[in-house]
């Protein structure tokens, strides 16, 4: 339904109130939850099930909207449209909204109202963009906040734990978005999580994390190094384990793509500049290295333990930060070259196309400000006195330095010297720094990726050894 044509049939959302018979409203969906399960006091064993979302028909005006009912009708509902789309409501009950206890959970609207809609008395349609009037798909590019009033990534850094808890705005550029992680929680519920990597003028790497379906379908059509968000009222956290704060979406956020403001716009041109010079790279090669204090890891596991605890973890995607005294039992580096070393994007550092030699992350770039730059991308295996971890990643300045040479020296190695090389650190005991993450898809469930390799001191080696057998005599 044209928005433009009938804008007769509908109420504005700014005129709404509750004495209104069947009122009819349109809007283009800015934000959406996912379905949840409730039990129902009425019906004793049974549940009921809901979602909610955030409809706009102007640049000052929307407001949250609630569905109730049946699994089938619910889910069925919800899938019928995400975030982005246009959606006319026939019929909801307008209701007078509790400020606080609605605002706690959802988004922060400028209505006193709220939307509520039911099987039997409301219809919800969808409209194609095609169909949708220009003024409505506009909207989906203005915060729903401010423009100004965000924090950069530097200032939230440099704020660290007096910050944690809080729910701000951010406005930042998407560096990465990674793949989606599905897992079963403790009572048996499906669960998915997908970590983003946001970069500013102040930070190069950020990480806000999300845990729902909407909002991972959504990350999921950004394009790296050329989308800009604004996230409105995503909480920030101090992540203990990676020494860093990070963000997290929740039910309240509301994420604008591609905003239209002139804060944006600076943002954008900062993306430009940075990939046409490289200094996109330099930044990132350089934060790369400081990304994650050593210092702060002090956990040590043996290979058996390491196994356990992953088996224990009830899927839950957290990393495992650790240390393992062991030593490298696999390391072909030896064989063909080509297996251990990878060509990398100079502007964004992901791994290019081994055929065309491209980049796609980045390819609207010109092919004459960008080049490639070879890495070290080598699989090895680590043992102990309790088994064996294999396919552990070893790559980038990280191999270089457990190798002792760079990429280009390595290439200048004869085979024979290569070998000699190769059994420098095989079967050496070392003190190996690691990150391990749950990935079902992994030859052993576990990918788990190295993040310092160096040859152990014998007495700190033997008493971590020694405190390992005392802990299983004790159990």
């Not at 951010?170 to 499906?190: H, Q, W």
């Not at 990429?407 to 003190?431: G, P, Y």
Request: hydrophobic fraction near 35%.
């Amino acid at each position: 339904m044209a928005y433009s044509s009938s804008t007769r049939d509908f109420v504005a959302l700014s005129d709404l109130h509750p004495n209104l018979a069947r009122p009819n409203v349109i809007g283009v969906v800015i934000g959406k939850t996912d379905v949840r399960g409730f039990p129902d006091r009425k019906n004793i064993g049974s549940e009921r099930y809901t979602f909610s979302f955030t409809i706009r028909d102007s640049p000052t005006y929307f407001i949250n909207v609630n569905s109730w009912g049946r699994e089938e009708y619910i889910r069925s509902l919800s899938e019928s449209f995400r975030v982005g789309d246009c959606v006319t409501i026939e019929n909801p009950l307008v209701q007078s909204k509790d400020g606080e206890k609605e605002e706690k959970f959802n988004p922060i609207t400028p209505s006193c109202y709220k939307l509520l809609i039911s099987e039997n008395h409301s219809v919800v349609k969808t409209s194609s963009c095609y169909e949708m009037d220009t003024k409505l798909l506009s909207l989906l590019h203005l915060p729903v906040k401010d423009p100004q009033d965000y924090y950069s990534l530097g200032d939230i850094t440099a704020n660290g734990q007096s910050l944690d808890g809080r729910i701000l705005n951010v406005l930042a550029a998407v560096m990465s978005v990674g793949e989606p992680k599905y897992f079963i929680t403790s009572d048996k519920r499906k669960g998915q999580r997908c970590e983003v990597k946001l970069y500013d003028e102040t930070e190069m790497s950020f990480p806000i994390i999300c845990w729902d379906n909407e909002s991972i379908q959504l990350a999921q059509s950004w394009i790296p190094r050329e989308t800009v968000i604004f996230a409105s009222d995503v909480r920030v956290n101090f992540d203990k384990f990676r020494n860093c704060m990070t963000a997290t979406v929740i039910s309240k956020t509301i994420i604008t793509t591609n905003p239209e403001t002139a804060e944006a716009n600076v943002l954008f041109s900062f993306i430009r500049e940075s990939a046409q010079t490289g200094a996109l790279h330099d930044k990132m090669e350089e934060q790369s290295k400081e990304s994650i204090n050593l210092e702060t890891i002090v956990d040590v596991y043996t290979v058996k333990q390491l196994k356990e605890k992953a088996l224990q973890s009830d899927g839950k995607p957290e990393p495992v930060f650790g240390i393992i005294y062991g030593y490298i039992s696999m390391l072909d580096i030896d064989d063909n070259v080509s297996k251990v070393i990878r060509n990398r994007c100079s502007v964004c550092r992901f791994v290019v196309n081994e055929m065309s030699n491209t980049c796609t992350f980045c390819g609207d770039i010109s092919s004459d400000s960008k080049s490639t730059f070879v890495s070290f991308d080598i699989l090895v295996d680590l043992t102990d006195h309790t088994g064996t971890l294999y396919s552990c990643y070893l790559s980038d300045c990280i191999a270089e330095e457990t190798l002792g040479c760079t990429v280009q020296e390595f290439l200048t190695l004869a085979e024979d010297k290569r070998t000699a090389l190769k059994w420098q650190l095989l079967l050496e005991r070392s003190k190996i720094y690691f990150k391990i993450t749950l990935s079902p898809n992994w030859r052993s469930g576990l990918k788990a990726n190295i993040l310092s390799c160096k040859l152990a001191n014998p007495i700190e080696a033997s008493q971590s050894l020694l405190g390992k057998k005392l802990q299983h005599v004790a159990w």
